[in-house]
C-alpha cells in the first residue's frame, strides 16, 4: 500500500518522552499500514537508541535511522526527508504529539485541496492560542499574513514540493532554523489549508524543563540568523505583500521586543547587546514598507529605534508597558434561538486608570501625549491607520485541555469626542457552532478576551456580576440536540461557560415574559449558589 504520510521525528536523549509521541502515533483513526514513522537517533547517549529499537522491532510501520550528533534538529530533519516514502511529510517533535484524527484529517484536506502545506490547529501548555484557527481555510496563498503567526514547522507538506523547490533545513548549531526553513516554504506554496476545527498537534513542555533553554542566548549567537532568515525571505519572494507580511512579522517579534525588556529599561549590558544586535539587522535588512505595516505606536517605535534615540525608546515603554485592556458588556446578555449574545465595549487603560486615546490631527491622528510628550517630535507624529492590527478577540478555553476556541466576534473601532480609542461589537456563542463550525466539546470553558490597539496587546476577563444576569440555554434548539451551556460568573469575577454540565435547562428569554423571567432568575440563582 502507497504510504501516505511520513512522520520525521529527531530524537536526542528523549529518555521516557519518547513515549509520548509514540503513544499518540499508535492511536491514530488513520490505519497504520497507510503511515510511516521515521526517527532519526542524532547520537543521543542516553537509552533512546535502545527504546526506538525495541519499538521498531516490534511495530511494522516504525523505522529507525542513527546518525553522529549534529547539534541541532536541522540535519535529522533533513535525514528524514530523504529516506521518506510518504506523499506528505509531517515533522514532529520527540516530546510532542498529535491529535488522534490529525493524520487523517489532514492528509484527507491536502488532497481535496491540493495542498503543498497544511497547517494544523495546535494547543498545549507553551503557548497561548493562535488567532490563525479561529476558522479553517481549504485554499490560502502565502500573501495571509496571518499564516505568519506559526513559524514552526509542526506542519504537513508534501515531500515533492519540498524536494522540487529544495527545501531543506539549515544543518549543525544555529538559530532560527524553523523560521529559514519556511521563509522558503511558504512564499513558494500554491495551496495551503488551515485546520480550525480539529486539534492536530499538541505541544507540551516539559516536567524537567528540558526542552527550553537554560542558558541565555548571546546576540552574536542570534542576530546574525534573523539577518540570514531576512535574507532568505528576500531571495524567495518579490516586493509586495508576501515578503512584507513576513518580515513585518519579525520586526514586530524578533526585533521591537527588545526595547521595552526590563534589561533594556535599566540599561543592562546584555541586554544593550541585544538592542545593537537588533538594531543593525532592523537598519540592513528591513525596508520601510515593513516599518510602515506596522500598527502606529510600534512604527513610532521602529523609528526611535533605527535612529538609535535608546533614551527616548525607553521613556515610550515605561509609559505603555503597564497599560491594561479592559472588556465590559454594554448591555443585556441573553440568550438568542439558542445563542448567547452579548455586546460588548473594549478599551486600554493606563495604570492611573487613564484611557489610552489619540487626538486629531490634520487628516489623521497624534498618539497619546501621554505617551510622546517631551520626546522630540513625538507630539507632531501623525498616522491614518488607526485600524492597524484593531482586533478583538473572544477565547472559549477549555479548562484542562490546553485548548482554545474562537466565537463569532463583530466590532468596529471608534474615536470618542475624547480622543478614546474603543472598539464595540457583540459576542455571539453558539454551543452548537463555536467549535469551528462544530459543536463545543462537553466541558468547562473560560472566556478570555485579547484587546489590540495602535499596536498594544493586552489580555483582559469580562468582570463579573450578579448571576441572576447569566441563565442557562434552553428553548426548542438546545433541548433537541440535549445542550445545555450555563454561562456563569466565578468568585474570582471571571465568566465562565458551563457545557453540557449539571444545570437545568430554562426557556430562552427572549420568549418569557419579564415577570416570568424574574422568577426564573431567581430559582437560577438558588441553585447556582448551592
Known amino acids: 500500500m502507497t504510504v501516505k504520510v511520513s512522520i520525521i521525528i529527531p ?107 497544511v497547517v494544523g490547529k495546535v494547543k498545549g501548555n507553551m503557548r497561548g492560542p493562535i488567532r490563525l484557527f479561529r476558522e479553517s481555510a481549504d485554499s490560502v496563498g502565502p500573501e495571509f499574513a496571518e499564516l505568519y503567526e506559526t513559524l514552526t514547522p509542526h506542519k504537513m507538506f508534501r515531500r515533492q514540493f519540498l524536494l522540487d523547490n529544495d527545501i531543506n533545513f539549515q544543518e549543525g548549531r544555529c538559530r532560527l532554523e524553523d523560521q529559514m526553513f519556511l521563509a522558503k516554504a511558504y512564499p513558494l506554496a500554491k495551496s495551503i489549508t488551515i485546520v480550525g476545527d480539529v486539534v492536530c498537534y499538541d505541544w507540551s513542555k516539559r516536567d524537567d524543563g528540558s526542552n527550553n533553554s537554560k542558558t541565555r542566548t548571546e546576540p552574536g549567537d542570534y542576530y546574525p540568523w534573523l539577518a540570514k532568515t531576512a535574507q532568505i525571505v528576500k531571495a524567495s519572494t518579490s516586493p509586495g505583500p508576501v515578503r512584507d507580511a513576513f518580515l513585518t512579522r519579525n520586526y514586530r517579534v524578533e526585533v521591537l521586543r527588545n526595547t521595552s525588556t526590563q534589561g533594556f529599561l535599566k540599561g543592562d549590558p546584555f541586554s544593550m547587546g541585544h538592542y545593537e544586535a537588533a538594531r543593525k539587522v532592523a537598519v540592513e535588512e528591513y525596508s520601510d514598507s515593513v516599518r510602515e505595516g506596522l500598527p502606529p505606536l510600534w512604527r ?77 517630535g513625538g507630539p507632531e507624529w501623525s498616522f491614518k491607520d488607526i485600524e492597524n492590527r484593531a482586533v478583538v478577540d473572544f477565547q472559549l478555553r477549555q479548562r484542562n485541555k490546553a485548548q482554545a476556541w474562537f466565537p463569532e466576534v463583530e466590532y468596529k473601532l471608534a474615536v470618542a469626542a475624547d480622543g478614546t480609542v474603543e472598539i464595540t461589537g457583540t459576542v455571539s456563542i453558539d454551543p452548537d457552532t463555536a467549535a469551528c463550525g462544530g459543536r463545543l466539546p462537553k466541558g468547562l470553558y473560560d472566556v478570555h478576551v485579547n484587546v489590540q490597539l495602535l499596536g498594544i496587546e493586552r489580555m483582559a476577563r469580562i468582570e463579573g456580576g450578579p448571576v441572576s444576569e447569566l441563565l442557562p440555554c434552553g428553548g426548542e434548539r438546545s433541548q433537541r440536540l440535549n445542550i445545555q451551556a450555563a454561562p456563569y460568573w466565578t468568585r474570582d469575577g471571571r465568566l465562565a461557560l458551563d457545557i453540557g454540565g449539571n444545570m437545568h435547562p430554562v426557556p430562552d428569554k427572549s420568549r418569557e415574559s419579564q415577570p416570568a423571567w424574574r422568577k426564573i432568575a431567581k430559582k437560577v440563582k438558588r441553585v447556582l449558589s448551592s
Do not use: C
Request: glycine letters at 8%; a negative charge; hydrophobic letters at 35%.
Open 300 to 376: 513610532f517605535r521602529a523609528e526611535l529605534l533605527e535612529a538609535d534615540r535608546v533614551e527616548d525608546l525607553r521613556k515610550v515603554a515605561e509609559r505603555y508597558r503597564d497599560t491594561v485592556s479592559e472588556v465590559e458588556f454594554s448591555g443585556p446578555v441573553r440568550w438568542r434561538r439558542g445563542v448567547l449574545v452579548a455586546p460588548f465595549r473594549a478599551r486600554l487603560r493606563y495604570q492611573d486608570g487613564a484611557t489610552v486615546k489619540v487626538r486629531k490631527l490634520g487628516d489623521g491622528y497624534g498618539l497619546d501625549l501621554a505617551v510622546v510628550q517631551g520626546i522630540d
Open 11 to 117: 530524537v536526542y536523549n528523549a529518555g521516557v518522552y519518547i513515549e509520548r509521541p509514540i503513544n499518540s502515533l499508535l492511536k491514530q483513526s488513520m490505519p497504520q499500514d497507510e503511515f510511516e514513522v521515521i526517527f532519526v537517533d542524532d547520537g543521543s547517549t542516553d537509552d533512546s537508541a535502545e527504546r526506538l529499537k525495541t519499538i521498531a522491532d516490534n511495530t511494522e510501520n516504525f523505522r529507525v535511522f542513527s546518525m553522529p550528533n549534529s547539534g541541532w534538529p536541522g540535519r535529522p530533519r533533513n535525514v528524514g526527508v530523504a529516506n521518506a516514502r510518504g506523499e506528505y511529510i509531517h515533522f514532529l517533535d520527540q516530546d510532542d504529539a498529535l491529535g488522534p484524527k490529525a493524520l487523517q484529517v489532514m492528509y484527507e484536506r491536502a488532497q481535496k485541496n491540493n495542498s503543498d502545506i
